[in-house]
């Protein structure tokens, strides 16, 4: 019932700089934790950073001080800005939503694949 749709991803060289941005549907995005999550090939899905319906953050270590995440209730959109991008950032990119008091409340988008290569 509730989609969540990534978008933004595609090919940057390393340094560069992409955005990815997940919509989410329904009327509850405002109460949803929100998550961006990557599967590199070979690897396990990660969590890369979360951010609150309060507006909390956090980061992994990997990604710490190169990516923001942040969100817009108006729009029903969670983004991720990533900076100073590294070839280990290759991965498909999912966009995850929650509720942390409800564990039925929660959902997936299908990803976006993100590659730095020179």
């Known amino acids: 019932q509730v989609h969540l749709v990534e978008s933004g991803g595609g090919l940057v060289q390393p340094g560069g700089s992409l955005r990815l941005s997940c919509a989410v549907s329904?009327?509850?995005?405002?109460?949803?934790?929100m998550a961006w999550y990557r599967q590199a090939p070979g690897n396990q899905r990660e969590l890369v950073a979360t951010?609150?319906?309060?507006?909390?953050?956090n980061y992994a270590d990997p990604v710490k001080d190169r990516f923001t995440i942040s969100r817009d209730n108006d729009k029903n959109t969670v983004y991720l800005q990533m900076n100073s991008r590294k070839h280990e950032d290759t991965a498909v990119y999912y966009c995850?939503?929650?509720?942390?008091?409800?564990?039925?409340?929660?959902?997936w988008g299908q990803g976006t694949q993100v590659t730095v290569s020179s």
């Open positions: 951010i609150a319906a309060g507006g909390s953050t």
């Open positions: 995850n939503a929650e509720i942390t008091y409800k564990p039925s409340y929660n959902y």
């Open positions: 329904g009327s509850l995005f405002s109460f949803y934790t």
